[in-house]
């Protein structure tokens, strides 16, 4: 029996290649993609994810344009590492979509599916958690109807847009809050930390490039974002953030965690959007199941044969 998978997100490069994977897995079943400010503008983040699931031969699927802004705060800035489209610059390349968007906000789409599942729904936030606050606030009733929040978010032992927050959680650490700490949804959340851990190599890239026109056309939207993580990282690769945490939604125990309290910090100054996590305190009560291991290998690996066989199957 395959798990309806929903996924939430602002592509975004990395965002590409974990729809990609979501598509390619056979444990799962999108049945779903809302689209939330973030990367890049809503109006291309919307279009983009269109474009994509065009590629992958999924329009069959739902897009619904959510949050255009942050629960409370403006967002100082968007992401550069994206390009100017959030595929490097090279979103025209790919298929022109021939379908739009949903009548639908993303709030009442994932409402409709949650409501609609005939089994509960695996829920995957790879953007800021601007729409995931708002269904939760607006629709308590249906906690009920997600059987797991797989959120790629925050860093334990700092971030990437500040010395400690990362950037979905930085976007808008109101929403992050509400989400992480105020809700009683099992969250599984797989932080920078572990994320950046699992990144690619370029032969790694120019593999999966090799295997299909599909995994050709996902490497030819990294230039920009790889060469901004060449920086970072400090060799020829570049991060899949996103992709991990969809393969933990994909095969959940893929990601080792550990489960704390946790809390974001909400006021203005050096730690806002920061994720603070209380590692005193190891428990199975109440608390989020953090990711802090994997076999990087064999996940980077599970990546790459997931990519490669959708290529064929295209």
């Not at 105020?182 to 190599?201: G, N």
């Not at 974002?225 to 060449?230: I, P």
């Given at each position: 029996?395959?798990?309806?998978?929903?996924?939430?997100?602002?592509?975004?490069?990395?965002?590409?290649?974990?729809?990609?994977?979501?598509?390619?897995?056979?444990?799962?079943?999108?049945?779903?993609?809302?689209?939330?400010?973030?990367?890049?503008?809503?109006?291309l983040t919307t279009r983009n994810a269109l474009r994509l699931l065009a590629l992958l031969g999924r329009e069959d699927v739902p897009v619904?344009?959510?949050?255009?802004?942050?629960?409370?705060?403006?967002q100082p800035h968007v992401s550069r590492a994206h390009g100017g489209d959030g595929l490097s610059g090279h979103a025209d390349t790919l298929p022109e979509p021939t379908r739009g968007p949903d009548d639908r906000d993303a709030v009442t789409l994932l409402k409709d599916l949650l409501e609609a599942?005939?089994?509960?729904?695996?829920?995957?936030?790879?953007?800021?958690?601007?729409?995931?606050?708002?269904?939760?606030?607006?629709?308590?009733?249906?906690?009920e109807r997600i059987a797991r929040l797989v959120i790629m978010g925050g860093g334990v032992r700092g971030g990437n847009i500040t010395a400690v927050a990362e950037f979905n959680l930085w976007s808008d650490p109101e929403a992050a809050r509400r989400v992480l700490v105020?809700?009683?949804?099992?969250?599984?959340?797989?932080?920078?930390?572990?994320?950046?851990?699992?990144?690619?190599?370029a032969a790694w890239l120019a593999e999966l490039a090799g295997t299909s026109a599909v995994g050709a056309k996902l490497v030819g939207l990294t230039p920009d974002?790889?060469?901004?993580?060449?920086r970072?990282?400090?060799?020829?690769?570049?991060?899949?953030?996103?992709?991990?945490?969809?393969?933990?939604?994909?095969?959940?125990?893929?990601?080792?965690?550990?489960?704390?309290?946790?809390?974001?910090?909400?006021?203005?100054?050096?730690?806002?959007?920061?994720?603070?996590?209380?590692?005193?305190?190891?428990?199975?009560?109440?608390?989020?199941?953090?990711?802090?291991?994997?076999?990087?290998?064999?996940?980077?690996?599970?990546i790459l044969d997931r990519l490669s066989a959708l290529g064929v199957r295209q």
């Open positions: 029996m395959t798990t309806p998978l929903i996924i939430d997100t602002d592509p975004g490069v990395d965002d590409a290649f974990a729809l990609a994977l979501a598509v390619a897995s056979p444990e799962v079943d999108l049945i779903g993609v809302t689209t939330v400010f973030g990367n890049v503008s809503p109006e619904a344009a959510g949050a255009a802004r942050p629960l409370v705060h403006p599942a005939d089994s509960p729904v695996t829920v995957v936030p790879i953007g800021p958690l601007t729409n995931i606050a708002l269904l939760l606030a607006a629709h308590p009733h249906l906690k105020e809700e009683d949804v099992p969250v599984t959340l797989v932080p920078m930390d572990l994320t950046r851990r699992c990144a690619v190599s974002y790889l060469a901004t993580y060449r970072f990282l400090g060799w020829d690769g570049m991060a899949l953030h996103d992709a991990v945490a969809v393969a933990e939604a994909v095969r959940p125990g893929l990601l080792e965690v550990r489960r704390h309290p946790v809390d974001v910090e909400c006021a203005f100054g050096p730690g806002r959007g920061g994720l603070l996590v209380d590692e005193r305190l190891e428990h199975q009560g109440s608390g989020v199941d953090i990711a802090v291991d994997a076999d990087l290998d064999g996940l980077r690996a599970f």
